[in-house]
């Protein structure tokens, strides 16, 4: 079964916002840690926000106060919601979800774009 299916990307002007969505599949996600990932080209995947199964969550320095990482494990769901964008947030956006200490396999991705 698919893993993960990313969408809510666009391209917003500076300052707006973005709702990233992310179907999970596979029959823990109620039990793990998951997570929002980024990734210019060229450069290396960042960890963004992750958030724990009792909703404990972490942002990066970057987003912190901007971002906010939400679960909805009723429905196997994953957001981000993303306020203020700047263009360095600019870069594809991935979920995933923490399997026996090491994140499973890459999903397709949603793009957000930002402009000054």
């Known amino acids: 079964q698919v893993q993960f299916v990313e969408s809510g990307g666009g391209s917003v002007q500076a300052g707006g916002s973005l709702r990233l969505s992310c179907r999970v599949g596979?029959?823990?996600?109620?039990?793990?840690?998951m997570a929002w990932f980024r990734q210019v080209p060229g450069e290396q995947r960042e960890l963004v926000a992750d958030?724990?199964?009792?909703?404990?969550?972490n942002y990066a320095d970057s987003v912190k106060g901007r971002f906010s990482i939400s679960r909805d494990n009723a429905n196997k769901m994953l957001y981000l919601q993303m306020n203020n964008l700047m263009p360095e947030d600019m870069a594809v956006y991935y979920c995933?979800?923490?399997?026996?200490?090491?994140?499973?396999?890459w999903g397709q991705g949603t793009q957000v774009t930002v402009s000054s």
């Open positions: 596979g029959i823990a996600f109620k039990f793990n840690t």
């Open positions: 995933n979800r923490l399997n026996s200490m090491q994140w499973v396999s």
């Open positions: 958030i724990t199964s009792d909703s404990t969550t």
